[in-house]
């Protein structure tokens, strides 16, 4: 147990530093691929709304109040993210959910001399209706204070369909699943809002937790941080999105695909990478710059397939449905209930059967285990395939809820999935699936604070995991180590 100690302490360091670099390299990326984005977005613009489409509209307009062609809008929210051009016409994109989305004018692209009244604007999109945000370009156009965070009134579907009700004006949004508002006076959210994001929440957190428990597991076993694991994401909604789009399968089937390749990524990782390293004895530090090698090569192979610009699973628009006063897609619902019967199926395995026990004593100590007659070789290239077996899994399900996916899905997520995991405790898979779901309420509820933005909710996970290093480093379920 003394000569354990200096490696715990050692292994958080690590942990710290690579969490540090993550960061970078996230901001980095995004930086890198918004140009691509912008550049090969192909997005269909012609929205009909109808009862089971929300549609959102960029509205550009010059000082006489024509439309002006040629500038990019992004729209983002509710895990959908989109480039489009402003045209001589309307311009409107069908999004996957209803909920809040931002729309932000790309300055770069407005004409010398000239400024935008605002660069943001918060629209809310609804069934049967499009939600439309205004820009004014000119020279001389003053700035609106507070930023112009406001939506424009939506626009009822013609066949009258619920939820196209007016927005009543700037700054007035419609409750989502419910009519009225979805801020009360004090401007904050109506508890319908509020109930909403919780729900948003626990999706998220359950699909988060697919690829959190698997990190754990390979923490636990291996001592291993896998900054690779958020590859193994993206590479699931990757596969997902050949399996049903490329070769044409059932959804039911393309799961079963995109599990088997990424399991067996894992177990040809573990055969050629991990399993000769342990075998020479490579300290921890270097196989997590491996590891942190590995993510980077992933990512550009991934960009490869996909290009810069988001990428949809399912064709068709998601269809909604409203459960307890919640509205999500089918397949949000869906993809929850597949989480939940996952989770249970784990911790069943983790409790009741042979390997799984042995997989709990070789992450509590592995010479012990060893003593006692367990292979840990054997034990780990199992860990390695059921982990990377279930990253497929939770990014497919992410990409299918969300609508979309990106080349950076894996990236954007890891930091998550740290916090997830050092919030639970390290190495305890019960802890990271209770560190995720606190994760998943926390990052989707921070978007109802009255003037922060969207983009940075995922902000929250990573303070979280400050947090928890300062105050509790064992996390919620693991055990306090004495160091030094």
């Excluded at 997005?43 to 489409?53: E, I, K, L, R």
């Excluded at 988060?208 to 193994?232: D, K, N, R």
């Amino acid at each position: 147990m003394t000569a354990d100690r200096p490696i715990a302490s050692a292994a958080r360091r690590i942990l710290a530093v690579g969490v540090a670099a993550l960061a970078a390299a996230t901001a980095s990326a995004a930086m890198l691929a918004a140009p691509a984005a912008a550049s090969t977005t192909d997005v269909a613009t012609n929205c009909t709304p109808d009862g089971s489409t929300a549609c959102v509209s960029p509205v550009v307009l010059d000082s006489d109040n024509d439309p002006l062609p040629g500038i990019d809008v992004t729209i983002a929210g509710q895990g959908f993210e989109e480039v489009v051009t402003s045209t001589d016409g309307p311009v409107s994109v069908a999004v996957p959910e209803v909920g809040t989305y931002t729309l932000t004018i790309d300055q770069d692209t407005l004409p010398e001399g000239t400024t935008a009244n605002a660069t943001e604007r918060q629209v809310t999109a609804q069934l049967g209706s499009t939600a439309r945000g205004a820009f004014r370009i000119g020279e001389g156009v003053a700035p609106e204070d507070g930023g112009g965070a406001t939506d424009e009134p939506t626009e009822p579907a013609d066949d009258g369909a619920t939820g196209g009700a007016d927005a009543g004006g700037a700054g007035e949004d419609p409750g989502i699943g419910a009519e009225g508002s979805t801020q009360n006076a004090s401007g904050w959210p109506a508890f319908s809002q509020v109930w909403q994001q919780f729900g948003s929440g626990i999706r998220f957190g359950l699909l988060l937790a697919l690829a959190s428990v698997g990190l754990s597991l390979i923490y636990g076993t291996t001592g291993i941080s896998a900054f690779s694991h958020g590859e193994q994401v993206t590479l699931g909604a990757l596969l997902g999105f050949i399996s049903v789009n490329w070769w044409g399968l059932p959804v039911p089937l393309a799961v079963v695909v995109t599990i088997v390749i990424c399991a067996a990524t894992g177990w040809v990782q573990d055969m050629v990478l991990w399993g000769p390293l342990r075998k020479r004895g490579t300290p921890v530090m270097q196989l997590m710059i491996v590891t942190i090698g590995l993510s980077m090569a992933l990512q550009y192979v991934i960009q490869m397939f996909i290009g810069g610009r988001s990428q949809r699973v399912l064709p068709n628009n998601a269809r909604p449905l409203e459960i307890a006063g919640i509205t999500l897609s089918t397949a949000s619902w869906i993809s929850m209930a597949v989480a939940v019967v996952v989770i249970l199926a784990m911790a069943w395995f983790l409790t009741q059967t042979r390997i799984g026990q042995a997989t709990r004593a070789v992450s509590d100590n592995a010479a012990l285990a060893a003593a006692t007659g367990i292979n840990p070789d054997r034990i780990v290239r199992i860990v390695w395939i059921m982990s990377t077996g279930l990253a497929g899994l939770s990014g497919m399900l992410l990409a299918i809820s969300f609508g979309s996916f990106t080349w950076t899905l894996g990236m954007i997520l890891l930091l998550l999935m740290f916090a997830s995991v050092t919030l639970g405790g390290m190495g305890t898979a019960f802890g990271a699936l209770a560190g995720s779901i606190v994760i998943g309420i926390v990052v989707e509820m921070s978007t109802l604070i009255p003037g922060m933005p969207s983009s940075l909710r995922y902000a929250s996970g990573l303070l979280i995991l400050i947090l928890v290093l300062l105050i509790r480093p064992q996390g919620l379920l693991g055990r306090a180590v004495r160091v030094g």
